[in-house]
């Protein structure tokens, strides 16, 4: 069932104590597929203003069991702000989703806008934020079924509308490129965030057309190809984040495989039959196979959910960890880095930001040596059908 509230927010001094600072809290329930809400927030930014789009996912029960405060905080060391009350945004809501927009004046001074998400009867609740700056990039989105995009992908063959805040003409750029995996935690070369790449083609469009992506890969929209400035989504197959054929099955595997192994997995050309030998081979038993392939497979779906962007999940730094290593115990955010903990290895990973115009929240792996033990021995828990 959809319905529609009419709000506008406004800002008032009501101060509300969340009790904790961003920096001191623990944001592992961003990634954890079992946890009952996500609340995925979208800023763009428009020629005067900054419009702020979200929608809060509801895995456990439905939308109207769950309240959503919005708070202004200065800083992350910040415990408590200012409330932020909403009028006359557009709401929509259905069985599984709850999307909505607020607005903003652009800032002289970055803000964190924290939202927290309340169980209404048992008073549980998650604490998402975005920072809201005057210099963000993203500056339109994509709707589909009268609901706007928060993903950073696409499927291949279906309609959307692109849309940007000031109603100009769209440049689109397409980038067929299929990026590399991320390089291990202990490689001596550090990731890299892509800056700039080359089109393949070039098309425009107007805002509030229909866009039908007909080829896989990534699409950039651009009022102005000059400015780094725009928006952009990758468009994969239907059944994205899954990888159901073989031939999708075997890049993912060259994090956890030897050179001669991953050739074999190449070498197969898609033949299920032989794939299969060399995953009896890495595993050695078939009931060890089979968990191996469920459990691996299930990770790199969660990689390619929480951390897709300009290349699939899997293939970006955080989504390297994740797959390979699982949830992290604890997650700590600040303006430049996100830190993981694994106390049951003694371990931590830093991730660095370095955004760009394809993905302004990409974060780029701090590589060391001293992983090295930690990775190969979890590697080695893993082909033995043992996860984390």
């Not at 903990?341 to 993905?359: P, R």
Request: a positive charge.
């Amino acid at each position: 069932m959809r319905f529609y509230l009419l709000l506008i927010f406004i800002v008032c001094g009501l101060q509300e104590n969340y009790g904790q600072s961003i920096a001191a809290s623990n944001f592992r329930h961003w990634y954890d597929p079992q946890n009952d809400v996500e609340l995925q927030i979208r800023p763009i930014r428009m020629a005067n203003k900054i419009m702020v789009r979200y929608t809060l996912i509801v895995r456990q029960g439905s939308p109207e069991k769950y309240a959503i405060s919005w708070e202004a905080r200065n800083s992350y060391t910040d415990r408590d702000g200012v409330r932020v009350v909403e009028k006359d945004s557009v709401l929509s809501s259905t069985a599984k989703d709850r999307r909505g927009f607020l607005i903003f004046d652009v800032p002289v001074k970055p803000w964190l806008l924290v939202g927290r998400v309340t169980h209404n009867s048992n008073g549980r609740s998650w604490v998402y934020f975005k920072q809201i700056e005057s210099i963000y990039p993203i500056d339109g989105w994509m709707e589909a079924g009268g609901g706007t995009i928060t993903e950073n992908h696409l499927t291949i063959n279906k309609e959307y509308t692109a849309r940007n805040g000031d109603g100009k003409m769209l440049t689109v750029s397409y980038y067929k490129s299929d990026f590399p995996a991320a390089l291990p935690p202990f490689a001596e070369k550090e990731g890299r965030s892509e800056r700039f790449l080359f089109h393949d083609s070039l098309f425009r469009i107007e805002s509030g057309a229909k866009f039908i992506p007909r080829q896989e890969g990534l699409y950039l929209f651009q009022e102005d190809t000059t400015a780094a400035r725009g928006f952009s989504y990758r468009v994969v197959k239907q059944n994205f984040p899954r990888f159901t054929k073989v031939d999708e099955l075997i890049a993912p595997l060259i994090l956890i495989t030897d050179g001669t192994e991953y050739n074999n997995l190449t070498a197969a050309k898609g033949d299920k039959t032989a794939f299969d030998r060399v995953i009896l081979g890495i595993t050695g038993d078939k009931e060890r196979a089979r968990l191996f392939m469920k459990n691996f497979f299930h990770n790199v779906e969660l990689a390619n959910i929480f951390f897709s962007s300009y290349k699939e999940g899997w293939k970006t730094d955080r989504g390297m960890i994740y797959l390979v290593m699982g949830l992290p115990d604890e997650v700590s955010k600040n303006s430049g880095n996100e830190i993981w903990n694994y106390k049951t290895i003694n371990t931590k990973f830093t991730f660095v930001k370095s955004g760009s115009v394809y993905d302004p929240e990409n974060y780029i792996l701090l590589r060391d040596k001293k992983f090295t033990d930690a990775w190969y021995g979890t590697i080695d828990l893993i082909r033995k059908a043992r996860f984390q």
